[in-house]
């Protein structure tokens, strides 16, 4: 049913990208929840840190899990006016742009950082989310060690 | 730039099998749950507790079959007893499920119930890996090694308690939100009622009869309008639209907007002599489209409150600034044409939210051509149009010429079950107010021949089956499976023809008909999403708010405090509106009887010794939580009001000086999770890219 079902069976020596994926409580973790009510498969690359709010992401956090080997890292939050807390999506929002010319001028390219709009319905596009970012990062491979070090 | 060091910097990287950190670390238990084969059959839990037992910290871990069950609980309790454990990991399901469950075990035990972290082996590892055993086993230990990081450095937190205002809000006057507010009314609570529109009563006033009893849908409804309008602890704001609603459980403020109705409640008797008197004719949306009203009127004979209200939009005084005929014939100086929407503050402990549904809008272009064709109608228009009290005292007559159709099709799923549309799900309801209208028909006029074009007939409730039998054998109805593939009109006598696939005869057939009626689906109404972005509630795909919890908290939402009745929910028939109606009532009524409940102590705290006192927070939070206060030791600091703040973390993520603390969300806790997440372990990482390396190999 899952494109995700097929997969090819692990190539031990592949590379296997990292991500580590901030999900805010009421929409993006209960969108990665609802993925997996649902039974959508996507690949096992993503680490899901729970934080309240898509505002509580801090941009070192980001900065840390790109310094510590992340290959791609997604701030994941309520769709915009539909924010748990009213606005933290918005300065979720506001640090990204941020964040996405800092990282690209420390050598990381853009693709290896998103904020993504997952709400708590969108079990599909956390899915989605993934599989395409894992694609995404498999075609560029792993970060250079001099950007990381740039972190 | 260098990214700002945790204030704990953690262990040196690569080795994958010290938790990061402090020199004390507390005893972590960490209990691998099975959740029968849900996790286990994918996931290897021996690894995964074996991996569990060699990290730093980690003095006992386990193996469960089903972790939340009694036995799974009195071992968690029975290990930290013997064990002496400090702080408790478990890794079965979503925190959104069972952390409360959990909370409560440890409690028991004697620990602080904030010392629990769950890791989400199921619906984020097991569920989406079900192919990929060994990556997903992979994955569960990394998320045990994040989750068994984070747990040594949580802190008991103590929970507020709050008192509750014992009153309840209830959104929306239709059936659901009638039968709450009553309920909770009959409890000894005070309750309003906030009704969009003049009249209570929702679309059940609409129906004719209701299935499959054909009890006349507002001959059991009115008395219950009234006894709402009786009832001295529910004060009844019609013709009224929520606002804003500000707090939490317990505490929330509320604006309700009266929209001005130009007639005085107060002094409106009901007696229609402005009515009478009223020069303007439009259509009654009550009736949709097929009766008339007045523009100053009530929507239909048994309004409750029974009070009138001008429609500004087509009143002749406020387009010409003359007539006033209304203000004449009143004999109780009503009429008020200068009259201004008025806002009222309430203070309630718990909302209902009872915003009901829509009827499904068949498109423009679509295939059953009910914009194009007269004799094209829906079936709240049939409704209607066999309604004693509509708008033709109950005699069914065709749009387009006002006689008696003699055959009469009707065509299930229109706007449900329908993927192209996007509205995948069933409506629940249509079949059986189909049959129940076939058989109010034909009691009408038995020489009627109906056809009913279904997909499947679903009468899954009590009494509905009988029914579907009676019709079908004792009314003669037809019933066809297949789905009308085109409609055409004969444009002289403006009967209409319907070929179909007939699928239990394998065969494409052309039958012409009088009237067509839809069969047109529920979807969500636009108050109920006006109302949940106001609320902050969450939908499910269909549109419909979600419930916390599908079988077990099926009438709570994620926000303490707030319920859902009816068919803002999800569509329902009366029965099961009724029935969620008073099981949100009674959800509602328990925190108002217990006079207080606990609240979650999630919130922020600024270490004064840091604060430069600069203000961001104060700028950035919503809620206006942050204040600036001279500091204990001089200077400006910011503090935070702990009632105001909702514990998004906003402020601590844009504290320059990384002053502000979120608690059980710490930047020391978010750091040694990331940490934990990227460590070395189980990590295989080829030099070459993949494309690379298919090339080579």
């Known amino acids: ?151 | 730039m260098t990214a700002p060091e945790p204030q704990n910097k953690g262990t040196p990287q690569g080795e994958p099998a010290k938790i990061a950190g402090a020199a004390l670390v507390p005893k972590v238990g960490v209990f691998v749950c099975h959740c029968g084969s849900n996790i286990a059959g994918v996931v290897d839990c021996g690894k995964v507790r074996e991996a569990a037992e060699k990290l730093e910290g980690v003095v006992v871990a386990k193996e469960n079959k089903y972790t939340c069950s009694d036995l799974g609980q009195a071992e968690i309790i029975k290990a930290i007893k013997e064990h002496g454990i400090e702080r408790v990991v478990v890794a079965s399901c979503s925190p959104r499920l069972h952390e409360p469950t959990f909370r409560k075990c440890i409690q028991q035990a004697g620990l602080n119930p904030y010392l629990l972290h769950m890791v989400n082996l199921r619906e984020q590892c097991s569920w989406v890996h079900s192919h990929e055993k060994d990556k997903a086993t992979e994955k569960a230990i990394d998320l045990v090694l994040m989750g068994v990081s984070k747990a040594t450095r949580l802190e008991p937190l103590e929970a507020r308690e709050v008192p509750v205002e014992p009153t309840s809000l209830v959104i929306g006057g239709g059936v659901a939100g009638i039968q709450a507010a009553l309920d909770l009314a009959n409890m000894g609570f005070k309750v309003y009622l906030v009704e969009t529109q003049p009249s209570i009563g929702g679309k059940m006033a609409q129906l004719d009869k209701t299935f499959p009893t054909g009890d006349c849908a507002i001959c059991i409804l009115a008395p219950k309008m009234v006894e709402l309008a009786r009832n001295p602890n529910i004060t009844l704001l019609s013709y009224a639209d929520v606002e804003e609603v500000k707090g939490y459980i317990g505490n929330y403020d509320v604006k309700v907007r009266k929209k001005a109705r130009y007639v005085h409640e107060d002094k409106c008797v009901g007696c229609g002599l402005c009515s009478d008197a009223c020069p303007v004719k439009v259509d009654n949306e009550f009736d949709l489209g097929f009766g008339q009203r007045k523009a100053i009127y009530i929507p239909f004979p048994q309004a409750v409150p029974l009070k009138y209200t001008i429609d500004k939009e087509h009143c002749l005084h406020f387009k010409t600034g003359k007539c006033l005929l209304c203000v004449k014939a009143c004999t109780n100086e009503a009429v008020d044409h200068e009259m201004e929407d008025e806002i009222l503050t309430l203070k309630v402990g718990t909302i209902i939210v009872a915003t009901g549904y829509e009827t499904y809008v068949p498109m423009k272009k679509g295939v059953y051509k009910y914009w194009e064709y007269d004799n094209v109608i829906t079936g709240l228009e049939l409704e209607r149009l066999i309604n004693a009290s509509g708008p033709t005292g109950g005699h069914l007559i065709r749009p387009s010429d006002g006689t008696t159709p003699k055959r009469i099709a009707l065509v299930q799923c229109v706007g449900s079950r329908n993927k192209k549309i996007g509205n995948n799900y069933c409506s629940r309801v249509c079949c059986m107010y189909a049959i129940k209208n076939s058989q109010i028909i034909m009691e009408h006029e038995p020489s009627t021949e109906i056809a009913v074009y279904y997909n499947d007939i679903r009468a899954f409730g009590k009494g509905f089956e009988e029914l579907y039998h009676r019709v079908r054998e004792d009314y003669g109805v037809e019933f066809i499976r297949g789905r009308p593939a085109k409609l055409s009109e004969d444009p002289k006598t403006k009967n209409i023809k319907i070929r179909a696939e007939e699928t239990l005869l394998n065969k494409i057939t052309e039958r012409e008909f009088d009237l067509v009626v839809l069969s047109t689906g529920l979807r969500p109404s636009e108050g109920s999403k006006r109302i949940g972005k106001i609320l902050s509630l969450t939908t499910s795909p269909d549109g419909f708010f979600q419930e916390a919890h599908p079988k077990l908290r099926p009438v709570d939402t994620a926000m303490d405090g707030i319920y859902l009745a009816g068919c803002c929910q999800g569509p329902k028939d009366i029965p099961d509106s009724v029935a969620q109606a008073k099981a949100a009532a009674s959800s509602a009524a328990a925190p108002m009887f217990a006079k207080k409940v606990t609240i979650e102590p999630l919130t922020a705290w600024v270490n004064e010794e840091v604060c430069q006192g600069c203000g961001l927070c104060v700028e950035l939070c919503p809620y206006g939580s942050p204040e600036l206060v001279p500091g204990q030791k001089g200077g400006t600091k910011a503090h935070i009001i702990e009632a105001l703040c909702h514990g998004c973390g906003t402020c601590a993520a844009s504290c320059p000086q990384k002053a502000i603390v979120t608690r059980q969300f710490t930047d020391d806790q978010i750091y040694c999770e990331i940490q934990a997440a990227l460590s070395e372990h189980g990590r295989k990482q080829a030099p070459k890219k993949r494309a690379e390396a298919e090339v080579s190999g």
Not at chain 1, 19 to 31: D, L, Q, T
Not at chain 1, 67 to 94: F, Q, R, T, W
Not at chain 1, 98 to 115: C, H, M, P, T, Y
Request: aromatic letters at 8%; charged letters at 25%; a negative charge.
């Open chain 1, 1 to 151: 049913m899952e494109a995700g079902a097929h997969r090819p069976e692990h190539d031990p020596g592949a590379y296997e990208p990292k991500i580590v994926a901030f999900c805010c409580n009421w929409c993006s973790y209960a969108g990665a929840d609802l993925a997996g009510t649902t039974r959508l498969q996507y690949p096992p690359n993503v680490r899901i840190i729970r934080v309240m709010c898509s505002g509580r992401v801090d941009p070192t956090f980001v900065l840390k899990a790109f310094a510590l080997g992340a290959d791609g890292v997604i701030v994941a939050g309520c769709h915009p006016a539909d924010c748990h807390y009213i606005s933290g999506n918005e300065k979720a929002a506001m640090r990204g742009d941020f964040l996405e010319d800092f990282l690209e001028e420390a050598g990381i390219e853009s693709q290896r950082f998103r904020v993504e709009w997952i709400a708590g319905s969108e079990g599909r596009k956390f899915a989605d989310t993934i599989k395409k970012m894992v694609a995404e990062l498999e075609r560029l491979g792993p970060i250079t060690k001099e950007a990381r070090a740039d972190e």
